[in-house]
């Protein structure tokens, strides 16, 4: 008999859209969770379709022969989690296996659960706010084995287990069915110490961070903060090179020394610490020799941040002359030439931009520690350099009033990011406003809420206007596309001014159906937008707004800010 692998990571699972649609249509479609997902999709030949899902169809329609072509999904990107947990398993003795995306993978999976040759199933949250796609993971997971044991853990649980109270996660931990929870901000070396004692038939009862069943409930042990340094645990991406396509995630430090308010980022992930420029070098050096790699994502936070380090690093990447494209996070409150002019001779191809307002009061509300003659400055020098900007704004904070949100509508067309989109607040508990709700009278929680100056369905109403109003700067869909949609493109050959030509078609058919009430097919005019974009044949220069049919002019006079 084979021994048993000790763990198998199950990736992202980027649900069927179809099928969350229907969920969060439960929630009633004017509920403010609906109406945030109503952005994110269009409907052609019966059926809906995100952006990535609208890529995949159009291609396929009016590219029907090319052979080299793959879906558009998340699971392009691979899962930095898995990589570094993996390695940090192999390291301490362990043996793992993996599936990078839940959906795409699914023939794999299947083999791998029936030839029954693991010990657990470890199941990472790191992209979930919801609890159903891990329900769907779950229920596969038992359906094709039924005995490996199965460990969740990651920022979904932390928060879960923050917020909720015992009775409350008694119920979400039965409904989830799993064997055990891992709750920690870092959590490696409780998942290693589980293995061990899982392995050699050992009690569970002391290993903290862990909640686990016992009987008919969930016993809870003693959470004790883990302290594992990054630079002593480096990823050996040669563990997973014959599986890595083009895109790759990667991190030079752990946490945020921000503290916006309306993030619970810092208080999940713990201290803050950064990578040394030599740890970084090696790890880029690694990606760099594996030929398949085009484009970099740095997922830190705080890329920029300190600005001394970061200009090191750029020196670094340009000394070496790699050979792949890279975006990040970027606070742009802290550019200036020097910095913006190394960022392009390294490679950098955009940068998502968490500007939050273009209302200063809002910024000081939100603890952005930033001014907005700031911003307004770092984003001339992404513009002069040719870097990609995708800004990104909350509507709604604590504070925000019609006359702060024109504010922040006129930065964007003042300042031009090359996208943008605007988001529903969402009211966490874990976060720091909510230590201040009394100041600001906030009532009810997640996308339902009220404070003094608003409440969740104005901010909605004001969301759909923005969208149909701002002209200077193209709005991107969230949902299974976003910042890393622009280059996973980009990256599969077409110029930057064909996904605008894409996003364009693909933002009409939403206000298409957004004057339709959420119902009716695209029309004609949306469908030859697609045509053209797949045709070659879309000019380098966007249509003016003049020129845009009748329907187009109607979306526009019907929607006045």
């Given at each position: 008999m084979n021994k048993k692998i000790d763990c198998l990571f199950i990736g992202h699972n980027e649900m069927k859209f179809v099928e969350y649609e229907k969920m969060i249509r439960t929630m009633g479609e004017h509920s403010c969770s609906y109406r945030d997902l109503n952005l994110n999709f269009i409907r052609h030949n019966n059926k809906i379709l995100t952006a990535s899902e609208a890529f995949n169809e159009f291609h396929q329609t009016y590219v029907p022969n090319d052979e080299s072509f793959k879906p558009v999904f998340l699971g392009d990107?691979?899962?930095?989690?898995?990589?570094?947990?993996?390695?940090?398993?192999?390291?301490?003795?362990?043996?793992?296996?993996?599936?990078?995306?839940?959906?795409?993978?699914?023939?794999?999976?299947?083999?791998?659960?029936?030839?029954?040759?693991?010990?657990?199933?470890?199941?990472?949250?790191?992209?979930?706010?919801?609890?159903?796609?891990?329900?769907?993971?779950?229920?596969f997971v038992r359906k094709y084995n039924k005995t490996a044991k199965i460990i969740i853990g990651g920022p979904f649980i932390a928060t879960q287990m923050n917020i909720q109270d015992d009775m409350t996660i008694q119920y979400l931990f039965n409904s989830m069915d799993a064997d055990f929870y891992i709750k920690n901000s870092q959590g490696e070396q409780t998942l290693a110490n589980l293995l061990y004692a899982l392995k050699n038939n050992?009690?569970?009862?002391?290993?903290?961070?862990?909640?686990?069943?016992?009987?008919d409930k969930y016993i809870t042990n003693p959470e004790v903060p883990e302290n594992n340094i990054l630079e002593e645990n480096p990823i050996e991406w040669d563990f997973f090179k014959d599986r890595i396509?083009?895109?790759?995630?990667?991190?030079?430090?752990?946490s945020c020394p921000f503290s916006c308010t309306f993030c619970g980022f810092p208080q999940h992930a713990g201290k803050y610490q950064t990578a040394d420029i030599k740890f970084i070098e090696n790890e880029l050096n690694m990606l760099n020799s594996i030929g398949s790699i085009t484009s970099v994502n740095f997922i830190d936070d705080t890329f920029n941040v300190p600005v001394k380090r970061f200009k090191e690093i750029l020196r670094m990447m340009i000394k070496n002359k790699y050979k792949f494209k890279w975006n990040s996070h970027f606070r742009c409150q802290f550019a200036d030439e020097e910095t913006i002019h190394l960022m392009k001779e390294s490679g950098c191809e955009g940068v998502f931009l968490g500007i939050e307002s273009g209302n200063q009061q809002i910024l000081q509300n939100m603890n952005k520690a930033a001014k907005l003659a700031d911003y307004r400055k770092g984003l001339e020098l992404l513009r002069k350099y040719d870097i990609t900007t995708y800004a990104s704004f909350i509507i709604g904070f604590p504070g925000e009033?019609?006359?702060?949100?024109?504010?922040?509508?006129?930065?964007?067309?003042?300042?031009?990011?090359?996208?943008f989109r605007t988001q529903?607040?969402?009211?966490?508990?874990?976060?720091?406003?909510?230590?201040?709700?009394?100041?600001?009278?906030?009532?009810?929680?997640?996308?339902?809420?009220?404070?003094?100056?608003?409440?969740?369905?104005?901010?909605?109403?004001?969301?759909?206007?923005?969208?149909?109003?701002?002209?200077?700067?193209?709005?991107?869909?969230?949902?299974?596309?976003e910042f890393e949609g622009i280059f996973n493109l980009i990256h599969r050959g077409m110029s930057l001014d064909q996904v605008k030509g894409f996003l364009e078609a693909f933002n009409l058919g939403m206000k298409e159906k957004l004057l339709n009430k959420g119902h009716g097919e695209i029309s004609y005019d949306v469908i030859n937008k697609f045509k053209r974009v797949f045709d070659n044949s879309y000019a380098s220069e966007l249509e003016a707004l003049e020129n845009k049919?009748?329907?187009?002019?109607?979306?526009?006079?019907?929607?006045?800010?």
């Open positions: 990107t691979f899962s930095l989690t898995i990589a570094y947990l993996g390695t940090f398993l192999k390291k301490r003795g362990f043996s793992f296996d993996y599936v990078n995306s839940f959906q795409y993978e699914k023939e794999a999976l299947i083999q791998k659960l029936e030839n029954n040759d693991f010990l657990t199933i470890a199941i990472p949250t790191t992209l979930y706010v919801t609890v159903f796609p891990i329900l769907e993971i779950i229920s050992l009690s569970v009862e002391d290993i903290n961070n862990i909640t686990y069943r016992s009987s396509d083009k895109f790759v995630s990667i991190r030079t430090s752990i009033t019609r006359e702060t949100v024109k504010d922040t509508i006129e930065f964007i067309e003042e300042n031009k990011p090359t996208f529903l607040w969402y009211c966490d508990p874990i976060t720091p406003i909510w230590k201040q709700r009394e100041k600001y009278n906030i009532q009810g929680s997640q996308f339902e809420w009220s404070h003094a100056t608003m409440d969740s369905h104005t901010a909605c109403n004001i969301i759909d206007e923005i969208f149909f109003n701002v002209k200077n700067s193209m709005w991107i869909p969230q949902t299974n596309f049919s009748d329907n187009t002019k109607k979306i526009y006079a019907d929607f006045e800010f």
